[in-house]
């Protein structure tokens, strides 16, 4: 395959970037840190047409995000899963640093990804205040489970559930400060939380992992938060449609949204209703409401209305 050679593939690791230069051919390693990458920013702000690819690593391209954004330079931020479901079809298949830096930049030929955009530096941390609280509420759940099954630990595991209501509580107050420190996203809150069923932690999951809602097709954020249902079809067998893939925390969300949807005086609970009447499982008209509800919540940010009961 060909590369223009204004693309760069970049395999990004904690301690190295290996970066493939399409313009020579050559492949080189950079130091992961904000120095060394101020260096290669330099040096492709003077190319013409130059667009880096590389994977979603989290904090491990943070630095390159950063410089890229500032220096003005081109990027895409792809799906590692993406990428390697690339690297199988194209016949990329020993699994090196400098091969996957190669194969980053014929994804970017083959592809052609549009860029990502800037860094949002209030999404990030209110993505990480999210985090930072879902493994706390699983941590609070595991303790739980704990205590059930071994009372004589009741005096430890209590003091321990005791901080952890305390530490969710903390950061949920955090969370909202957050949102508020931003007037954009203080408002998309306040839209969400208009709909029945979202809650300021569904409203708070959505913003901070599903960036993109507000300008999406109606099926795009269905995929994106996995509620979409795919074909299994093939000659004469007809498969039956499933959901699969899409932003799992999202998904969660979603659907305990539409729990609490269906059971609300608005239009979600006639919806479910009816589906429950003519013989649909709970759980399949509850994942229906759910792909109901991202849809709507999807135009609501777009047109910036609150929702219409």
Do not use: C
Not at 150 to 164: K, V, Y
Not at 166 to 187: C, F, N, P
């Amino acid at each position: 395959m060909i590369i223009h050679p204004g693309i760069i593939g970049i395999d990004v690791s904690k301690a190295h970037l290996d970066i493939f230069d399409a313009g020579s051919g050559r492949t080189e390693r950079f130091p992961n840190s904000s120095e060394a990458v101020r260096s290669l920013a330099e040096r492709l702000q003077a190319r013409k047409q130059a667009f880096a690819i590389f994977e979603a690593t989290g904090i491990y391209d943070r630095h390159l995000r950063s410089v890229f954004d500032a220096q003005g330079l081109a990027y895409a931020r792809v799906n590692p899963s993406r990428a390697r479901d690339f690297a199988r079809a194209a016949g990329f298949l020993a699994k090196t640093d400098a091969v996957d830096a190669k194969m980053l930049a014929a994804m970017g030929q083959a592809l052609a990804p549009q860029p990502s955009p800037s860094r949002d530096t209030a999404r990030e941390t209110l993505a990480s205040l999210h985090k930072r609280r879902d493994q706390l509420v699983a941590m609070r759940a595991s303790e739980r489970v704990r205590f059930s099954e071994a009372p004589e630990l009741g005096d430890s595991l209590q003091s321990h559930i005791a901080w952890l209501d305390a530490e969710i509580a903390r950061l949920d107050a955090s969370v909202d400060a957050a949102l508020a420190m931003s007037a954009e996203l203080a408002a998309d809150t306040r839209l969400l939380r208009s709909a029945p069923g979202v809650g300021p932690v569904t409203a708070a999951t959505l913003i901070a992992l599903m960036p993109e809602l507000g300008s999406l097709s109606p099926k795009t954020a269905a995929a994106l938060a996995g509620l979409a249902p795919f074909n299994a079809d093939s000659g004469q067998f007809r498969g039956v449609r499933r959901i699969s893939g899409g932003r799992r925390r999202v998904r969660q969300a979603l659907y305990m949204a539409a729990v609490t949807a269906v059971r609300s005086a608005s239009r979600f609970k006639r919806l479910y209703e009816d589906m429950r009447e003519k013989g649909k499982p709970a759980k399949l008209a509850l994942i229906a409401i759910a792909r109901k509800l991202i849809v709507t919540l999807n135009a609501m940010l777009r047109d910036k209305v609150a929702f219409q009961r």
